[in-house]
Nanobody, 128 residues
Framework: QVQWVESGGGLVHTGDSLRLSCTPSGRTFGLYPMGWFRQAPGKERGFVAAISWNGGTTTYADSVKGRFTISRDFAKNTVYLQMSSLKPEDTAVYYC?????????????????????WGQGTQVTVSS
């Protein structure tokens, strides 16, 4: 069973940037729609960004649109979340997720129930 591993989180100040990475820990046999979600203390896990398995379609939550960019590097089999102009309200544990049962090249998925594999999460803390 393939696990996805997030990295790149940390403690930053308002206005700083971070890049999160999501990489499978084992061999993968396909490309899947991927997403980033986040969960702040006391809140439900919420959608941040998603990318189709061919990389050609992306979508974002309104709260991060224009500040965050999702991308994927096929050679490295890695999905990134570039975060800029970070705000204290971006503080959360960030999770990447894969939808391994979806085989459409262009679909993007925004609901947690549509993803079947999740990473363990990486903490992002933005201080004011």
């Amino acid at each position: 069973q393939v696990q996805w591993v997030e990295s790149g989180g940390g403690l930053v100040h308002t206005g700083d940037s971070l890049r999160l990475s999501c990489t499978p820990s084992g061999r993968t046999f396909g490309l899947y729609p991927m997403g980033w979600f986040r969960q702040a203390p006391g809140k439900e896990r919420g959608f941040v960004a998603a990318i189709s398995w061919n990389g050609g379609t992306t979508t974002y939550a309104d709260s991060v649109k224009g500040r965050f960019t999702i991308s994927r590097d096929f050679a490295k089999n890695t999905v990134y979340l570039q975060m800029s102009s970070l705000k204290p309200e971006d503080t959360a544990v960030y999770y990447c997720a894969a939808a391994t049962s979806v085989h459409s090249a262009t679909v993007v998925l925004t609901a947690t129930r549509e993803y079947d594999y999740w990473g363990q999460g990486t903490q992002v803390t933005v201080s004011s």
